[in-house]
């Protein structure tokens, strides 16, 4: 029984031909990177799985992403529900211009909750988890624009984490960061897998290896290889698999 | 050296960008000496008509009164003068010509050789008169006591109400009801546009197919470029008559048509400049809020219109500048009574169609064409108001982005 599972995916933009062919299970409570070399798919993959892709025009998918064995692509699906569901974090930090306390209340209200000391609790629990509270609590009213970068991307997991998703994706969530911050995230991410299933996409190789537990490696639109985290970077079965890890292409 | 001769290309386009930039800015003050330097001489200056002085009865206490009251008393709406602070005692009003109710032509002579005697005896012998003379019949037998008219001053300008700038026999100029006017009609207008323009901007930038957007855009676009007499010409054959019909009034030119037609006219640059603040939201942004399980509507309402909220400010506020400065469409359908308006059904008058429908029947030079020079400062000061307040706000809404 797996958590996701995207069978025969193929996506086009217009005439481009995005993703070919992808099958790809995850299991629940595990942590998924996605890598490859920029332009192969991996945020299109990303976004695929809370269909983030239906703003854009031209867009057409073939196949079945099944989350929770429920095809999302099925007529009748509630997309807000399935994002309620599939909690997102992008690459840049993208806190809305609203108070810190606002930007991860966020979800909640415009899911229609409005018991203050509900939103309140939930506020603050997001920000724990996060590891984000202890460095906030005394300026929740404060604009989310005066927090550093680092602090704006936990806060923005934070905002994910408060309408209680079951999946969290992450693209490339620490690539704006410095060292530290990357650091936390990195913490971070190893915590919540308890709770969560997390699919992170990321350049970075070290941090693939060190926060997941199966990474699937991307070409051109195509799923070249998937393993467990340790076997892709100890013992790739793929040439080219092998020539990204080690470094010489991409 | 070919470092050099940029550096001087460099040195040439600045030191034309700094000339281009100075000239303007000196035509614009130019501007604005010349309008308050061609009114300002109004201030100080007596309304009352040149060569004739108000006279009463040497026993009556009232020493001194003002334009706005001497227009009155000669309305026939003041009739006692009690109200101006005399006594009990009703007012007679008395003009040149009815010198001959008094006396015969003879009396007077053939060459008006006796008029200052017996315009000093009629002044004398009714108590409650009050005489507008010609000040060359007035001799130093004179019984009477001359009346003192208050000068013009900024006070009075803006605070009085009444607008009769060309009044027999003293100039009323109390610009209160054209202030008041323009206003009333500018903020009913941005009342009625700003819902409508948002509403319009809104669905252009979020939710109109791209080709039907690129159908809307040229065609709002082109509604600024109409000029504004055309939008009164519809205001008139169109607008009027519909508010006349619809709340049966005897005249349908109003304040209310006026804001309509204002409205329609600050249309375009509302929602260009509102449209173009809501597209200007970062795409980032949408999708976090559409992540978060926001529905399309949740997104607009919640995020994209108060990021977008210094831009539709600024939009808002030069419809109001274009609302406030606008002339031509205004006089034709807002009925020009400068009276202060109380309902938004009543005849009402702007200050710019003030200037352009007196501009011209004022003598250069006189009280009259002075103040409405002194209007047109006005004018530029509350635009200049609205101008400094988009600055404040786009200025503020930067530094809360950055
Ligand atoms: N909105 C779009 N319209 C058309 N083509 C797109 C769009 N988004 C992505 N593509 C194309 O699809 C391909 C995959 O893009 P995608 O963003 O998924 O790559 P990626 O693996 O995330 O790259 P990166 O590591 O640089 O983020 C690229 O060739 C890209 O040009
Ligand atoms: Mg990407």
Known sequence: ?250 | MKKNISYIFNRIITALLYISGSITSIVVILIVIFLFSEGVGMFGKNPTEEGFIMAVNKTNKVSHLDAEQVKLLFDGEITNWQKVGGINDSVILFRMDNITDYFTEEQIGENFENLPTCLSKVVDSIPGIIAFVGKKYIDKNFVGKELKIENINIGGFLMGKLWFPTAQPVAVMGALPLLLGTLWVSFFAILFALPLGLATAIYMAEVAHPTVRNILKPVIELLAGIPSVVYGFFGLVVIVPFIQNTFNLPVGETAFAGSIILGIMALPTIITISEDAIRTTPRSMKEASLALGANHWQTIFRVIIPYSSSGITAGAILGIGRAIGETMAVLMVTGNAAVIPNTLLEPVRTIPATIAAELGEASQGGLHYQSLFILGCVLFIITMIVNLAVEFISRRNKRVAS
């Open chain 1, 1 to 250: 029984m797996y958590k996701i599972e995207t069978k025969d995916i193929n996506l086009y933009y217009g005439d481009h031909h995005a993703l070919k062919n992808i099958n790809l299970q995850m299991k629940a409570n595990t942590v998924t990177a996605l890598i490859g070399p920029s332009g192969c798919g991996k945020s299109t993959y990303l976004r695929l799985l809370n269909r983030m892709n239906d703003l854009i025009e031209n867009v057409r998918i073939e196949g079945t992403v099944l989350i929770d064995n429920k095809n999302i692509y099925e007529r009748g699906i509630k997309i807000d529900e399935l994002r309620k569901k599939v909690g997102m974090v992008f690459q840049k930090p993208n806190p809305f211009p609203k108070t810190i306390f606002e930007n991860v209340a966020y979800g909640l209200r415009v899911n229609g909750i409005s018991n203050k000391d509900y939103i309140e609790e939930r506020v603050v629990r997001s920000l724990q988890n996060a590891v984000l509270w202890d460095e906030v609590k005394d300026k929740l009213k404060k604009s989310a624009f005066e927090l550093s970068g680092g602090q704006q991307q936990r806060l923005c997991i934070a905002r994910a984490l408060a309408i209680e998703p079951s999946i969290i994706l992450m693209d490339e969530p620490a690539s704006a960061l410095d060292p530290i911050s990357t650091a936390k995230i990195e913490e971070l991410i190893y915590e919540l897998k308890d709770k969560y299933t997390i699919v992170i996409v990321t350049h970075n190789m070290q941090q693939a290896a060190r926060v997941s537990d199966r990474t699937a490696f991307f070409y051109i639109g195509e799923l070249i290889e998937y393993n467990d985290t340790k076997e892709i970077f100890t013992n790739p079965q793929n040439q080219r698999t092998q020539n990204y890890i080690t470094g010489r292409f991409g």
